[in-house]
């Protein structure tokens, strides 16, 4: 009921307002009005309207810092940086002794990059500031260090913030950036862990927890934290987001499935999230389900390649390679640089029986990523097949000049077999095997017929428990 009225007396004022100011003639009004009608215009986004009545108000109360200070603000987030600072100033001569002033100078310095100036009225508000205001200050030295590249000290400002005021939004967001752009992951650890000791459900907190669990691929503990983060506030998307993308990386598709039914209708799908949750349909092989996402991100952004791409993967899992050509094709012409869209072009076209292309294609898709084993194998096995093994060799040579791994040494194995050199093929796998056993199983991917070979089976005995 007290809401109501307020917006009932609100609009009453603005009303009052408005037929005063259209004939030219606005009467003495109290500053809490003008307040209020500065307020409502800013909410409406209807700026010049806000500037209007403050121009009144400035007329009736010239010596108001109040008017000069919330001219100077809205100028300011309208990127008018001159002017506000203009305004700024006179606010200061009638409160000198105003953080808040201060502050928004020192963002309106920041806009005109006057950094000299800006730090300058740092130094010299932090003397006279205390509590809140100083934790603000903090922020805003924080802002100066970021704009100058000095990640370090953006981050030691904000440790500074939150020391003051663990609960200052501004300071936690802003962590989240010069965490990661600092490196200072396991002291963030430390922060956050101490502000959630006070404060057990800050989400912010527990989300940059989690930010710092993930860079430092602690992929458990980022999770347990993104969780904890959604248990204290159900509408932090970057927590549901994060917590999602983990338990994808994770390969715990069920897990993110759950987490998206959980949180669902709280955030708008957007083409990204959707992919998301097809591939996890994808991986659970519940095709049919994850085409539909695939297509709806499709739909609500016709140039998403990733859709297009995964799309691809589907009809490919399903042997269906015309229409998976159709969709690695769309894939590849939004974004020729990536890797694995030219790898699915070339399979494509390699299993339509395109060989001359799919040769080119997965030439270039090692190319494109050098530092990648698996594209430099998928180009070798795909000499083999179509009957090419020492051009398959020649690719593992040039390989080993960008890349190292036991499955370049077990294709090379694979490559003598089939040119005949049994003997120096069994004796680089029993190398191979003292190297990594594990991995043995990829040369009976690229011959079957090796699995119930008795030399290979006795090599297997022999090093079993090397």
Known sequence: MKNYKSENLTKAQVIEYEAMSQKGTVGFIEETVFHSLIDHYCISSKIESALDVIEYAIEQYPYSASFYSRKGEILLYSELFEEALISLNIAAVYAPASVTISILKVKALTGLKNIPDAFEIIDTTKSIAFGKDLSQIYCCEAILHESTGK???????????LTIDPLNEEALEGM???????????????IHSAIIDQHPYCDQAWY??????????????????????????????YAYRECTHTYIKLKQFEKALECYHDTKGKFKLDGALL???????????DLKKAQSYYKQAIRLCPRNDRAYFQQGECHGRNNQWKKALKSYKKAFLLNQRKEEYITGLAEAFYQTGDIEKARKLFQKAADTAPETTVYWLRRAEFLLDIGEAK????VLDDAEIYTEGVALFYCRIACLFYLGKREE????????????????????????ALTVDEDIVRLLCKYQHV
């Open 151 to 161: 990640f370090n000290r953006m981050f030691e400002s904000l440790r500074d913030a």
């Open 176 to 190: 989240t950036w010069a965490v990661e752009m600092s490196g200072n992951y396991n002291e963030s650890i430390e």
């Open 208 to 237: 940059n927890l989690g930010q710092a669990y993930t860079c430092l691929e602690d992929d458990e503990m980022a999770i347990e934290a993104y969780e904890y983060a959604l248990i204290s506030n159900e509408e932090n998307e």
């Open 275 to 285: 992919v998301d949750i097809g591939y996890c349909y994808e991986m659970i092989n």
């Open 391 to 394: 051009a398959a060799i020649k």
């Open 425 to 448: 093929a069994l004796y680089y796998f029993g190398e191979a095997l003292i190297e990594n056993y594990e991995e043995h199983h990829y040369i009976f991917r690229l011959i079957p």
